[in-house]
């Protein structure tokens, strides 16, 4: 099978990070705070010279598409559009949620990310036999106590919506919560893995064809129009 040349972001969070995936090689770049829309070409320049690589060798682009913040998810999704268009590659979208599940190494995973006014972004994963993390019911924009109960088993509860409402999520999980892990933010390395695994299925999408997704349509909506 030739190398696979993948290129990936993930903006979704306060966390911004660029990987590279050349074969079995992969590195990552990452920062914090509100400078996604200044830092993520340098970082993503910086990888390819690594590597020796210009983005005309590249075999796709993958980005996390959300749900999160809206601001991080254009920046994200217009960079790679820009990219796509200009190098005529294929996009691979990839769940920022289930990257977020990815980045941990147990096999059930309830992600809760802050969506602010009291909500979360909710969703449950579990590991298949490639060791990829597969969605176990759909994404859900919801509050804390009343999301959806995943499946009997135990559970490890990751994302900035177990910060902001550990209690809330914990009471509705019961006993199927063994623990939650703080401070876990989706990263582009499992954009990468994830994306790798789409683009060889064939998942992909042209770059007018990768849009974010808010879950959050009448907000996202609204500022569309603006």
Known sequence: MPVLNLLAFETSSDVCSVALLVGDQLQMRRTSGQKHSSLILPMADELLAEFGLTVSQLNAVAFGRGPGSFTGLRIGAGVVQGIAFAAGLPVVPVSSLAALAQGDDSDRIAVAVDAHMRQVY??????????????????QLVNPDEIEIP??????????????????????????????????YPLAQQIALLGQAAFQKGDCVTPEQASPVYLRDKVAKKMHER
Do not use: P
């Open 122 to 139: 909710w969703g449950t994963f579990e590991r298949n036999a490639e060791g990829l993390m597969q969605a176990a019911m759909a994404e």
């Open 151 to 184: 499946a009997a088993g135990k559970w490890i509860g990751v994302g900035s919506g177990w910060d902001a409402y550990a209690d809330a999520l914990s009471g509705r999980m019961v006993s199927r919560l063994a623990q939650w892990q703080q401070h876990c």
